[in-house]
């Protein structure tokens, strides 16, 4: 019986994966068989130009590349030194509870949300107006319970016979964390990275308030102007265009680049992780 239940669960694990990877397929096959006609040199470095029904994305890959970079710089530090708290020093048990549950609450909250809360707090009350700033802060603040939940699981993951190794040489606290915690944990941090990167630069919703413009020929010239991004390029493109015809092989060329932007930064992120991976003794 006990053969017979790790054959039938083994066999739904297989099926779920050749299911999955059929999807994933189809998925790219789709969009990129209607997006590769669009993408050209002039398409990567030109500005949109009559009304976004020809020219190019330079202003939108620039300005997704932009918010990604400093949305990501900002959730980063954050999300790491509060997994650092949560795991070494929060107290009472209660309160870290509470906390760690807030925490998977806000994971779950549609992006919609971040959105209305980006415009509510760094638009309106904070006055960065709609922004790069503005943007970046909001996509950050998305991005945290990502980065605090896999940056804490990396340092519960740490053997506790290093920890135990390195306060009995006489390390103190501090220490510890910033020569054994950290670079052990250091991969398993990068993969919460990697998954925020990816979720940060696909989002819409938190932009359409607070940082993207529907069109524009120039970069932004400072944090506080705001920028154009592949999501919002794709979604007005097919929305709110005049000419759909002429727009919509256009969109499916910006679907394909920020695929492509999204699996280039995640495959760095991956190289780094694999070089420090291969540099363990242990």
């Given at each position: 019986?006990?053969?017979?239940?790790?054959?039938?669960?083994?066999?739904?694990?297989?099926?779920?994966?050749?299911?999955?990877?059929?999807?994933?397929?189809?998925?790219?096959?789709?969009?990129?068989?209607?997006?590769?006609?669009?993408?050209?040199?002039?398409?990567?470095?030109?500005?949109?130009?009559?009304?976004?029904?020809?020219?190019?994305?330079?202003?939108?890959?620039?300005?997704?590349?932009?918010?990604?970079?400093?949305?990501?710089?900002?959730?980063?530090?954050?999300?790491?030194?509060?997994?650092?708290?949560?795991?070494?020093?929060?107290?009472?048990?209660?309160?870290?509870?509470?906390?760690?549950?807030?925490?998977?609450?806000?994971?779950?909250?549609?992006?919609?949300?971040?959105?209305?809360?980006?415009?509510?707090?760094?638009?309106?009350?904070?006055?960065?107006d709609v922004s790069l700033i503005a943007g970046a802060f909001t996509l950050a603040i998305l991005a945290l319970p990502i980065i605090i939940n896999a940056?804490?699981?990396?340092?519960?993951?740490?053997?506790?016979?290093?920890?135990?190794?390195?306060?009995?040489?006489?390390?103190?606290?501090?220490?510890?964390?910033?020569?054994i915690i950290l670079p052990t944990a250091l991969p398993n941090i990068l993969t919460g990275a990697i998954i925020s990167v990816g979720r940060v630069a696909?989002?819409?919703?938190?932009?359409?308030?607070?940082?993207?413009?529907?069109?524009?020929?120039?970069?932004?010239?400072?944090?506080?102007?705001?920028?154009?991004?592949?999501?919002?390029?794709?979604?007005?493109?097919?929305?709110?265009?005049?000419?759909?015809?002429?727009?919509?092989?256009?969109?499916?060329?910006?679907?394909?680049?920020?695929?492509?932007?999204?699996?280039?930064?995640?495959?760095?992120?991956?190289?780094?992780?694999?070089?420090?991976?291969?540099?363990?003794?242990?």
């Amino acid at each position: 019986m006990r053969k017979l239940k790790n054959v039938l669960g083994v066999g739904i694990l297989g099926a779920c994966i050749i299911f999955t990877t059929i999807a994933l397929i189809i998925f790219l096959y789709s969009i990129f068989s209607k997006g590769l006609s669009s993408i050209s040199w002039t398409f990567l470095t030109q500005p949109p130009r009559d009304a976004m029904t020809s020219g190019g994305i330079y202003p939108a890959i620039l300005g997704t590349l932009y918010l990604t970079l400093l949305s990501i710089s900002i959730a980063l530090p954050l999300g790491i030194f509060t997994a650092i708290y949560l795991n070494n020093y929060g107290k009472p048990r209660l309160l870290m509870q509470i906390v760690r549950i807030s925490i998977n609450t806000l994971a779950g909250i549609p992006s919609i949300i971040y959105g209305l809360f980006g415009m509510a707090v760094f638009v309106n009350l904070m006055k960065f107006d709609v922004s790069l700033i503005a943007g970046a802060f909001t996509l950050a603040i998305l991005a945290l319970p990502i980065i605090i939940n896999a940056s804490e699981e990396a340092m519960r993951g740490v053997p506790r016979d290093f920890i135990d190794a390195s306060m009995a040489l006489g390390a103190t606290e501090r220490q510890t964390i910033l020569r054994i915690i950290l670079p052990t944990a250091l991969p398993n941090i990068l993969t919460g990275a990697i998954i925020s990167v990816g979720r940060v630069a696909g989002e819409t919703a938190p932009i359409m308030f607070t940082a993207a413009t529907f069109y524009s020929r120039q970069l932004p010239k400072s944090i506080f102007h705001e920028v154009m991004a592949l999501p919002y390029h794709i979604f007005a493109l097919m929305t709110e265009g005049s000419n759909s015809k002429l727009q919509t092989p256009i969109a499916y060329g910006s679907a394909v680049v920020l695929l492509i932007l999204v699996l280039g930064v995640s495959s760095l992120a991956i190289a780094i992780r694999y070089h420090i991976r291969r540099k363990r003794k242990w």
